[in-house]
C-alpha cells in the first residue's frame, strides 16, 4: 500500500517536498516513480529509480526534481524545486516488484501499485 503526502499550494520558485510511505512486505528488487496528471492532461512520468540505483527524471522536471528513497523508513521522496505553474498537477507514487530497463522507469505500464495522490499547486 501505498500513501502520498506533502502536496499543497506554493508560489511559482517555491519548493516542495512529497513523501510517500509504504507498507506491506518491502522486496529487495523493486522500481519506484512519481507520476503527475495535470487536469485534461494525460498522465506522465515525473522520476523514477530502481533498486540497481538507476535513476531517470522527465526532461521538463530534470535539475530541479529529485527523487530519493529512505530504506529505514520505507519512503520514497520528491523533493521539488524552482516550481512553475506547469508543474501542477496531481502526483502520485507507483511501485512495482522487480527491475525493468532503466528506460521503463517512466512507463506507467510496469507499475502495479499506485497510490492515491496528492495534489500540487503552483500560481505565478
Known amino acids: 500500500q501505498l500513501a502520498e503526502s506533502g502536496g499543497g499550494s506554493v508560489q511559482s520558485g517555491g519548493s516542495l517536498t512529497l513523501s510517500c510511505a509504504a507498507s506491506?512486505?518491502?522486496?529487495?528488487?523493486?522500481?519506484l516513480a512519481w507520476f503527475r496528471q495535470a487536469a485534461g492532461k494525460e498522465r506522465e512520468g515525473v522520476a523514477g529509480?530502481?533498486?540497481?540505483?538507476?535513476?531517470m527524471y522527465a526532461d521538463s522536471v530534470r535539475g530541479r526534481f529529485t527523487i530519493s528513497l529512505d530504506n529505514a523508513k520505507n519512503t520514497l521522496y520528491l523533493q521539488m524545486n524552482s516550481l512553475q505553474p506547469e508543474d501542477t498537477a496531481m502526483y502520485y507514487c507507483?511501485?512495482?516488484?522487480?527491475?525493468?530497463?532503466?528506460?521503463?522507469?517512466?512507463?506507467?505500464?510496469?507499475?502495479?501499485?499506485w497510490g492515491q495522490g496528492t495534489q500540487v499547486t503552483v500560481s505565478s
Open positions: 507507483a511501485a512495482d516488484l522487480g527491475v525493468a530497463a532503466s528506460s521503463l522507469l517512466l512507463d506507467a505500464d510496469q507499475y502495479n501499485y
Open positions: 506491506g512486505y518491502i522486496y529487495s528488487s523493486y522500481c
Open positions: 529509480l530502481d533498486s540497481d540505483g538507476n535513476t
